[in-house]
């Protein structure tokens, strides 16, 4: 049954490619028929632990494969293009830490890349198979580690691959943390780390030695792959150690979470300090910035985001709407009872209480969905908090459905509850349905903007103007330019010049010039096609931009074919839409 | 040969495979790409597990087998980085075998009684109808990354041209070089002028170009030489020949 939902969703990204009408109900009935039958079964009292096990398992891969299946090729999603060149730059000069210019943090946590380059130079695999290959394996890890610390926690099979299942249920399970970014295999090792820390904390003394050389191990793993995560990661050991404390019991918060709430401090603040201390310039404009649009929003200062809408004014279709405000409502409405039966019976395990704790800041989370910088902040939590939601749900859900009556009455309401918080969730995670499915070119639109004109254009400049060519560019072209084109993007974030006003302009006077000479530009890429509508994700080239979310007409033509009549600069490649410029002497500052 | 020699056996077998298909080179691609999945994914987790969580069940050992081999390939790289070979095949090679050897020997050291002797294959029962159920479901999904995989072979995207221009790497004579590459979806015929100061300096009148082929000419411009004047090159199609279709400056 699944292999035919994993059909359908074929169906459906061949159908979309061909601008199929059907496309789009293929896909949802193809993920319906991934997920509800095992919710079935897993819902059930009949299914073994063997079963479950590998329920969970094949479920997992399967929510992987949907996002093989969306991009088979090639890299697709914003993020795997900037990884990839970390990634490509690892299999071409053998060492780490070299400069990214799109996201400087990448190379400063390479443990993805490792793992790609290892499997990569050993099996002569490409790196998008070698990536697909190691997100696959660390999904596995994933689902196996949750459904491991779920059962140790509940000593329940059944309330552990229900809460495997619900986790999946996360808006970011399908694409976000399927595609090639470092969060895809830092969460995996995170949660690995987690049930180690638990294991050994509930194990015999024989395996405490050994546990914590294993802990020591993926603990170091995580906080060389992602920042975010090791904190996220830290934090939690910390607050389980704090609930032990307050329980009494001092000396087990030390010999479980606690040592290793410390050592994980100590090794994240030395990698912060001697490695990646440009990651505090990088996180700390997202964080402030949600706290003060939300302060802003409360003080009346500011209004709200416009939700369901992309960039283009492209509204989110009602049913759509509908599905993502059920699935929260459903998971609201759930956590109450779901937090009482953790109440009931699991207030003596320092653990459950510590992830119950988490799950009752759910609520607050959807707050900052109405801002711009805390809906970004919202959505990347998401995946985090769901370990601790999806087992709270999970406690509520199997005492319900293990009630007396006949099987269905137990069990199909709760696959159907199930199944619309699932289907939510991946509306919430995935955007606006174009980012769903492949389709013809929109502006400025990620993954629905890759197409051959931008990667011939970017295949040109690394043949022809050679690697590492200081270049402005659009947000999809610096994509390209810095994946396929091996160029050093000039932006706001590595080189604190923000092009984009240059573009914007009518005029190409002593302002542009000043800021082209100052980022030290030789070669400028425009692409005429973002004069042709409104960006779906609202930025042309990023929110440091004028009228940034809030463009009501697209770029002016003539600000794009301003370039033609400037003494000094060369049309040197012409590609149609894409037409890529040399700056001379007296523009570049050279 | 007991069940430890065994595991040894087995280890030190996979190690010097993946050795020689790294140092030789030309093993078959499969074979290459399977003890690589092995040497990477699986052998120093499980080597590592074997010497440190010995004790566990069949589902944990599985994941720590997987868990520790990504954590331990993640922070061996970083080992890697600070020698002079840093990270390449034979440098991987060198230290995943002396991870999993090393781990594997700590193994049967540590833990004497960590393995279960008699290694037996498990009966297998599975009835019939399950089988073809199995096969079936995995044909189908093998259908559908086919599918998928061709459909994106297939996808159609607007035809475009590239024209381009550079300075020729001539020391004695002004030049320049000229391209034009079809990504087109049939053949198209060009006409290429190329100006300097507004004077023609050279034509051609019919170039054909099936899709993804090139035409690239170096073209003398002795002006170059003495002065810098505007190359400018126009490109038009058959088709729309009053029309210019792409054009460069250098």
């Known amino acids: 049954v699944c292999a035919f939902g994993l059909f359908l969703v074929a169906l459906a990204n061949t159908g979309a490619r061909a601008g199929a009408q059907w496309s789009e109900l293929s896909f949802w009935v193809g993920l319906v028929v991934l997920f509800a039958p095992v919710a079935v079964r897993l819902t059930g009292l009949a299914a073994s632990r063997q079963e479950r096990i590998g329920l969970v398992l094949l479920l997992g891969l399967n929510l992987h494969l949907v996002r093989v299946l969306r991009s088979p090729l090639t890299f697709a999603f914003h993020d795997e293009f900037l990884h990839w060149r970390t990634a490509d730059d690892l299999a071409s000069y053998g060492h780490l830490f070299r400069e990214n210019s799109v996201l400087p943090v990448s190379p400063l946590y390479p443990g993805l890349e490792i793992v790609t380059n290892a499997l990569s130079s050993l099996s002569g695999l490409s790196v998008f198979h070698a990536a697909i290959a190691v997100v696959g394996v660390a999904r596995l890890v994933a689902v196996l580690s949750l459904y491991l610390l779920y059962e140790l926690l509940s000593r329940s099979a059944r309330v552990a691959s229900i809460a495997v299942l619900l986790y999946m249920a996360n808006p970011h399970f399908l694409f976000f943390d399927a595609q090639y970014a470092y969060e895809s295999l830092a969460l995996p090792l995170s949660v690995l780390t987690l049930w180690m820390v638990a294991r050994r904390a509930a194990g015999p003394a024989v395996l405490c030695g050994g546990l914590a050389a294993a802990v020591v191990l993926s603990l170091g793993a995580v906080v060389i792959t992602h920042h975010l995560t090791s904190y996220i990661l830290i934090a939690f050991l910390i607050l389980w150690s704090a609930v032990l404390l307050a329980q009494g019991r001092g000396s087990v918060a030390w010999a479980g979470p606690g040592w290793t709430a410390l050592l994980g401090t100590a090794a994240c603040l030395a990698w912060l300090l001697f490695v990646a201390s440009p990651v505090v310039g990088y996180l700390a404009p997202i964080l402030t910035n949600s706290v003060h649009q939300l302060i802003g929003l409360m003080q009346g200062e500011s209004s709200a985001r416009q939700l369901f809408h992309d960039g283009a004014g492209e509204a989110t279709p009602l049913w759509q709407r509908g599905m993502m405000f059920a699935s929260i409502l459903f998971i609201l409405l759930a956590l109450p009872w779901g937090l009482r039966e953790v109440w009931r019976r699991h207030r003596t395990k320092a653990l459950a209480l510590a992830l119950a704790g988490c799950a009752l800041t759910y609520p607050a989370t959807l707050v900052l969905f109405l801002t711009t910088s805390g809906g970004e902040v919202a959505t990347r939590s998401s995946e985090f908090l769901f370990v601790a939601i999806a087992f709270v749900l999970a406690v509520g859900v199997a005492r319900l459905s293990a009630s007396r009556g006949p099987t269905w009455s137990r069990v199909i309401p709760v696959t159907i509850w199930a199944t619309v918080v699932f289907l939510g969730s991946v509306m919430l995670g995935s955007g606006p349905l174009w980012g769903l499915l492949p389709g013809p070119y929109l502006v400025s639109a990620d993954v629905r903007s890759i197409e051959p004109q931008g990667i011939a254009a970017a295949e040109w400049a690394r043949a022809v103007l050679g690697p590492n060519n200081r270049v402005a560019a659009d947000r999809i072209n610096r994509l390209l330019m810095e994946s396929y084109g091996d160029q050093h993007l000039v932006t706001d974030l590595i080189d604190h010049v923000n092009v984009a006003p240059v573009y914007f302009s009518p005029h190409f006077g002593p302002a542009e010039r000043a800021l082209l000479r100052q980022g030290r530009v030789r070669y400028l890429v425009v692409d005429r096609r973002l004069s042709s509508a409104l960006p779906r994700l609202g930025v042309y080239f990023d929110v440091g931009e004028p009228d940034a979310l809030r463009h009501t007409r697209p770029i002016d033509p003539a600000a794009l074919a301003k370039f033609d009549r400037v003494t000094g600069l060369s049309r040197l490649y012409d590609g149609g839409a894409i037409v890529i410029y040399r700056l001379g002497a007296s523009h570049n500052g050279r | ?250």
């Open chain 2, 1 to 250: 040969m007991d069940a430890k020699q065994r595991y040894l056996l087995l280890l030190v077998t996979v190690a010097i495979l993946e050795v020689m298909s790294t140092l030789l080179g030309g093993s078959n691609a499969v074979v290459r790409a399977g003890s690589a999945a092995a040497l990477v994914l699986v052998l120093p987790g499980y080597a590592l597990t074997m010497a440190l969580f010995p004790h566990g069940t069949g589902t944990e050992k599985l994941l720590a087998t997987l868990g520790l081999s990504l954590a331990s390939v993640a922070l061996a790289g970083l080992a890697l980085n600070w020698t002079p070979m840093g990270l390449q095949a034979r440098s991987w090679v060198v230290v995943l075998s002396s991870v999993t050897l090393g781990a594997g020997a700590m193994a049967l050291r540590r833990q004497p009684g960590a393995f279960p002797v008699p290694v037996t294959w498990p009966r297998i029962g599975v009835p019939l109808r399950q089988v073809a159920l199995l096969g079936t479901a995995l044909v189908v999904t093998v259908g559908a990354v086919a599918m998928a995989t061709n459909g994106a072979l297939l996808q159609r995207y607007p035809g475009f041209t590239q024209l381009w221009i550079q300075s020729a790497d001539t020391t004695d004579h002004g030049a320049v070089r000229v391209g034009i590459r079809s990504e087109e979806e049939a053949p198209v015929q060009y006409r290429l002028v190329i100006t300097a100061e507004g004077h023609v300096i050279r034509t051609w009148s019919a170039i054909t170009l099936d899709p993804q082929q090139r035409f690239v000419v170096v073209v003398p411009v002795p002006l170059l030489r003495s002065k810098q004047v505007p190359i400018e090159v126009l490109l038009y199609r058959s088709a729309a020949p009053d029309q210019i279709y792409r054009h460069v400056v250098l």
